[in-house]
């Protein structure tokens, strides 16, 4: 399981990989989910500012992981990576773990000492990853 945080010109902020063995190719399957995000984020175009839809969903499905997508409003992007044989996650699960993620982070941006666009350094943003990779592992 992997999750990012990436700001609007995709340098990441925050990176959480379980197990660590994998890492290198969790980011490699993040950076390159990315460019699936902005795609989608331009095909829609103005009727993401519309609807207010953040969750971006599905974004593709490989044989060994399928990967999620969430986009706020300040178009920072948020990249969940699971394992496909987990078969308990739904959608609506997923949907409300981005909605946590995004949740704290905006807690995050809420502290007068973090400088937008720096990596995020939060215990309570590192305790809330961990609970949720609990859930999904």
């Known amino acids: 399981v992997s999750i990012i945080c990436s700001s609007p010109q995709n340098y990441p902020l925050y990176i959480r990989s379980v197990p660590t063995e994998n890492e290198l190719k969790f980011h490699y ?5 990315l460019d699936v995000v902005d795609e989608k984020i331009s095909a829609m175009g103005k009727a993401l500012v519309d609807q207010r839809e953040l969750y971006l969903g599905l974004l593709y499905p490989t044989e060994d992981y399928k990967v999620y997508g969430y986009v706020t409003n300040s178009k920072v992007k948020f990249v ?5 044989s987990n078969t308990a996650l739904r959608d609506n699960e997923i949907r409300s773990m981005f909605r946590k993620l995004h949740n704290s982070y905006t807690d995050i941006m809420c502290n007068p000492f973090y400088n937008p666009g720096d990596r995020i350094h939060s215990r309570a943003f590192d305790n809330m990853v961990n609970s949720m990779m609990m859930q999904v592992c």
Do not use: G, K, L, Q
Request: proline residues 0%; charged residues 10%.
């Open 29 to 33: 399957t993040v950076h390159t989910s």
């Open 80 to 84: 969940m990576v699971v394992d496909s």
